[in-house]
């Protein structure tokens, strides 16, 4: 088995290559005839249906490239800005909250102007490639091809490297067909495991099964979600396969995937008709409360961990695994929706951003609010949990200093990571996440009808710059009274709209 399917990965990874190239080097001058072309040339080296899987492959890759391309301009351009912005700056000015200050030093902004410069000139590279439709891809992984002039560092000799390489340029994928048998004509998987491959032309007179197939000896076996792919596999509905190699354990595995369909839009206020789960995001671990629908914490707060050190594959495996028990404990909670906070650090954990913070640096790089929020957002799907993403802003501090205290007792001491998770739990309710104080005493305000919400002289936001009303004003307001008093719609008063909350996913 081994030997037939390196013979297979083998001669279509050079005939990826080959279009690869050429489909890098039409540009944006490719259009379907170059597309035709490239697919009849292969179509007679291999089929019509592996030349459709390779030539698809290689847009898919194409368009990754031309992603990533402006993901690192815009990267560029930002980095850009902060550093012309502290340049413009004396030196040693201090930063406010709407930008950094300038520089500490003379010797700071000197090095600064020069790195201005080098990131000038690769941003102009940058831009001229893009016009141009020029991208650069290697199969196989820059990582991997780097690797080649490190082997003593990356404790590898040259054959164990050499195997690395070329199994990572190999190619044997195919994608579903719905109607065929079993989802898909190229790779065959039958719902008893057993598999067959439609060798290419070139490699016909391998076949041991009628009409070119290949069968191989070894049967797979599915452990997540085989059910759904072999319901899928009788039905005859499409599944798409990819064959690799394992080089460090020297076995062959088989990916199966399929398109899941959308699922109906959930309305609000049936996904907290239970209450919610709010979950605190940190560097390594996540802290989650279940609160009821009045926004009050029930039972104790959950953590769940997970390790982001190690490679790639550790580090999501870590992250579906702590998402896969807090979506359990979702389910037995019986909550219908999970709050989260939409953090994004893409364009926030530069050097040119925080400086010489390094350590606030690598805290927020470690965070895979990205993956987390994407994983979440699958797994979510399938168990029938909508994710509420709300607004992240000042979660940490006033969960800190409203809920923390009130619920700390001799059994239960809360974190202030605990205390985010109410925080963002309230605000996707609908709540205010400030605590309301006592009423007033009699005879002053409202003898003590409703409650307040008013907030601490100290507490962040309380006043802010509100429009001027034209108009005449009473004795008792003076010109100027009260332009500080802040915009009265994102106070936590009674009646009043609370944050901004957006709804990502619902089933």
Known sequence: MSRCCAWWAQHLGALASGDLKRRCADGLE?????????????????????????????HDQWALARRCQAAHIADLEAAIATIRHRLSLPVGEKGTRKGPGGYRSAQEWHAKSRRLRVLEDRLAREKADQQAGIVRIVRGGKRLARTRHHLDAADLTEDEWRSRWEAARWFLAADGESGKRHGNETIRITPDGQVSIRLPASLAHLANAPHGRYILTARVRFAHRGTQWRDRAEANRAVAYR????VDRGRWYITASWQIPPVPTLPMSAALAAGVIAVDTNADHLAAWRLDVHGNPIGNPRRFPYDLSGNAGHRDAQVRHALTRLLHWARTCGVKAIAIEDLNFATEKTREKHGRRKRFRRLISAMPTGKLRARLTAMAEATGIAIIATDPAYTSTW?????????????????????????????????????????????RSDEQGHRTAQARPDARGREEPRPRIPGPRTRSAPPGYGQNAGNQNAQHRSERSTEHLQLMLSP
């Open 399 to 443: 969960g800190a200093q409203h809920w923390q205290a009130p619920l700390t007792s001799n059994k239960r001491t809360p974190t202030r990571h605990d205390a985010a998770a109410v925080a963002i739990g309230r605000r996707a309710l609908g709540h205010p996440i400030r605590r309301r104080t006592a009423p007033p005493p009699a005879h």
């Open 30 to 58: 490719h259009d379907n005839q170059t597309w035709a072309a490239r697919k009849r040339e292969l179509t007679g080296l291999s089929s019509s249906r592996w030349a459709g899987a390779i030539t698809k492959a290689s």
């Open 243 to 246: 064959i690799h190699l394992d």
